[in-house]
């Protein structure tokens, strides 16, 4: 059975176990930021984001490196959602160093980027995605996304 055919009941139930589970997004366009927090807002997730603009950054805060040591103010995410294409070091990259960092493993990662090459999706998911999302990015196939990721306990 595909994903997008698993019975669902109300579109917007069962987003629960992700509320207040801090997300780390990394994209380096502002106005994709803006639109990802209006998916979350609109899918009515309840959870603290945190946003860095590149794959230099993403490292950092996951290494807690620098600004990002304080965990209190910059908590470890549960969920990651990674732009591929991106200044200094890409989603790739950053995809490379997590699959690295066993202390990692626990965190889910969503690939959000507006490329819809085979390609890009075929080595996300080599490099340890859970899923892939293309851009922009619509709150119910967020949601979708999130459930089926619960489902499948990934």
């Given at each position: 059975?595909?994903?997008?055919?698993?019975?669902?009941?109300?579109e917007w139930e069962d987003a629960s176990s992700?509320?207040?589970s801090p997300i780390l997004l990394v994209e380096d366009r502002g106005d994709d930021v803006f639109l990802v927090r209006r998916?979350?807002?609109?899918?009515r997730l309840i959870t603290p984001i945190q946003v860095v603009f590149d794959g230099e950054q993403a490292i950092a805060y996951l290494d807690?490196?620098?600004?990002?040591?304080?965990?209190?103010?910059?908590?470890?995410?549960?969920?990651?959602?990674?732009?591929?294409?991106?200044?200094?070091?890409?989603?790739?990259?950053?995809?490379?160093?997590i699959g690295q960092q066993p202390h990692l493993s626990s965190i889910r990662i969503i690939v959000l980027t507006s490329s819809?090459?085979?390609?890009?999706v075929n080595l996300a998911y080599q490099l340890g995605a859970?899923?892939?999302l293309v851009k922009p990015i619509k709150p119910e196939r967020f949601l979708h996304t999130l459930r089926c990721m619960k489902i499948y306990h990934i």
């Open positions: 059975m595909a994903a997008e055919d698993l019975p669902f009941e109300d992700f509320e207040n998916a979350l807002d609109d899918a807690g490196e620098g600004k990002f040591a304080d965990r209190s103010e910059y908590p470890m995410p549960e969920l990651l959602l990674l732009d591929l294409k991106m200044p200094r070091i890409d989603g790739f990259e950053v995809l490379r160093w819809e090459d085979i390609r890009d859970h899923a892939f």
